[in-house]
Nanobody, 127 residues
């Protein structure tokens, strides 16, 4: 019902920045009812929560992302974004956009709470 497409990944040096985008589309899409989140998965690790934002704009971040990453959304464009600054080698992972159609006030942190997922975009931080 909801289709998500990530973009903006790439290779960046430590200390650099990237801006990831997630475009959402689908039948009868209404951004008011949808929370958006970003997760990542590094080799040998499980999927890790990064950031989430509700339809109202309430935000939540993983400890590893606080102070460096910023999640935002543009409901007129049905899009979500993840601005990543001061990137570290430990940030290297495949980054996934997700949507929770039944979200309420609190930004969801668990992958089980999300209903739709993109295919991911690769972020590589290396010198």
């Amino acid at each position: 019902q909801l289709h998500l497409v990530e973009s903006g990944g790439g290779v960046v040096q430590p200390g650099g920045s990237l801006r990831l985008s997630c475009a959402a589309s689908g039948r009868n899409f209404n951004s008011y009812f949808v929370a958006m989140g970003w997760f990542r998965q590094a080799p040998g690790k499980g999927r890790e929560f990064v950031a989430a934002i509700t339809h109202h704009g309430n935000q939540d971040y993983a400890d590893a992302a606080k102070g460096r990453f910023t999640i935002s959304r543009d409901n007129t464009k049905n899009s979500a974004y993840l601005q990543m600054n001061n990137l570290k080698a430990e940030d290297t992972a495949t980054y996934y956009c997700a949507a929770d159609r039944g979200s309420t006030w609190s930004p969801p942190r668990r992958e089980e709470e999300y209903d739709f997922w993109g295919q991911g975009t690769q972020v590589t931080v290396s010198s």
